[in-house]
């Protein structure tokens, strides 16, 4: 039933601001999307006694959401799962993070009350003090999941000595299972140990989302609100937010409120375009004042706008790394002439360097190099940045409306490179 009243259309924007969390990870199981072959793989690990489990990817993919909701995500025949989840910060000591850890395991007293482990350690505690206690404060029944979040944040020492203590539980098979989640491109940057640990470990690569995943955000909350959204919206939508979830939270919410301001229920392109408004309008700081130290320059045909939004267009790999030959098409198409990869090789060193804010990484060989944003939140900000200026051509802009088309291809009109 469509609302009557203005109250009844303001109750629909509160709605929506609780369906939507651009901003904090989702926690409720009914609204968590896809990811369905990660979850898989980590129930499977922790159902294995002595297994553990590494979770890794880019920041902004959605990590933290997946673990905050992950206790409710087990089959229903599966009970007593006892989740602790402790973020990690870069001050944080070996004692600090367990002592996190034990201040939410609760203990049986002599009296027969319940106090905190946490108590009972005034001091350091230590790799030994860890392993005596996760062995004996879970009763067999129970499935006990330690997540330590965060963990790229601590220092070398803390995930070093953290580690071996994962791999003597492992060896004991203890009955308590641990989840390290990360920033990282692999298993080796995030633990910085030896081989051995791998084997205790199970990888779990976490990759941007896919097109069907990030549609599946949007489909589980539009109907929620009684309201529609046209396929070339929904469209837009997606291929903006380039795999980040955040973006397609960011998006859908403004794009929703625009509708619901114009007292619409069904969701246009026009929404959407209000939502890139003020999504530009409401960019952090930090993302605009990178963005301008990254294409900042004195002179007119340096092209340092027009090349970072093309990096920003290039097809990449599920964790967000392009080619500089896939740089060559966007270009191509956003300069109206063709392109090679010496045009732009110059900017590609540029923007890994300092002075401008260093806002691609570089990874691999000469000849060979990949390179991805160093802040992922900023990709879909320079694309919509370059929405706004209008640098992308009109019939480039048609892929944002056209769901028969995966990705920002180079317009069938603009020759090919030779």
């Not at 997946?66 to 007593?80: A, Q």
């Not at 093309?310 to 063709?338: E, Q």
């Not at 000469?366 to 019939?395: C, H, S, W």
Request: charged share 30%; net charge neutral.
């Amino acid at each position: 039933m469509a609302p009557k009243s203005p109250d009844d259309w303001k109750a629909l924007h509160f709605e929506a601001m609780q369906l939507f969390s651009p901003s904090a990870p989702v926690d409720e199981a009914a609204l968590f999307a896809g990811r369905q072959p990660q979850i898989r793989k980590v129930i499977e690990t922790v159902l294995e006694k002595g297994k553990h489990a590494v979770l890794f990817g880019e920041r902004g993919v959605g990590k933290t959401s997946l673990v905050k909701v992950f206790r409710l995500l087990f089959p229903s025949v599966v009970s007593e799962v006892r989740l602790i989840r402790e973020p990690l910060s870069p001050n944080d000591t070996f004692t600090d993070i367990w002592r996190k850890v034990f201040k939410d395991i609760e203990v049986l007293t002599r009296e027969g009350s319940k106090i905190s482990l946490s108590d009972y350690y005034d001091s350091e505690i230590t790799a030994d003090d860890v392993r005596r206690e996760l062995a004996a404060a879970f009763t067999p029944n129970e499935i006990p999941i330690i997540v330590l979040d965060e963990f790229d944040r601590a220092s070398p020492a803390a995930r070093k000595s953290i580690a071996n203590v994962i791999k003597d539980l492992s060896d004991d098979a203890a009955n308590v299972s641990v989840i390290v989640v990360g920033v990282s491109d692999d298993i080796g940057g995030l633990l910085e140990e030896h081989e051995s640990l791998r084997r205790c470990f199970e990888q779990v690569p976490m990759p941007r989302m896919s097109n069907d995943e990030m549609k599946e955000i949007i489909n589980k909350r539009i109907p929620r609100l009684g309201m529609k959204i046209d396929a070339d919206a929904l469209w837009k939508i997606v291929t903006l937010s380039r795999g980040l979830p955040s973006y397609v939270h960011l998006l859908g919410l403004y794009s929703v409120q625009d509708a619901i301001e114009k007292r619409r229920l069904v969701i246009t392109e026009g929404n959407v375009d209000a939502a890139i408004r003020r999504a530009l309008e409401k960019s952090q700081e930090s993302v605009r004042s990178d963005y301008a130290a990254a294409i900042h320059t004195n002179r007119k045909d340096t092209l340092f706008r027009e090349v970072l939004l093309a990096c920003a267009l290039a097809k990449t790999d599920d964790r967000g790394f392009f080619t500089p030959n896939s740089v060559v098409d966007p270009l191509t198409s956003i300069l109206g002439k063709t392109v090679k990869i010496a045009n732009f090789q110059n900017h590609l060193k540029e923007f890994i360097s300092k002075e401008r804010g260093a806002i691609l990484i570089r990874r691999g060989k000469e000849r060979a190099y990949k390179f991805r944003f160093t802040d992922p939140m900023l990709q879909p900000y320079i694309i919509m940045r370059g929405v706004e200026e209008k640098l992308i051509p009109a019939n480039a802009l048609d892929v944002l409306s056209s769901p028969e088309q995966p990705q920002f291809d180079l317009p069938s009109a603009m020759p090919k490179p030779s």
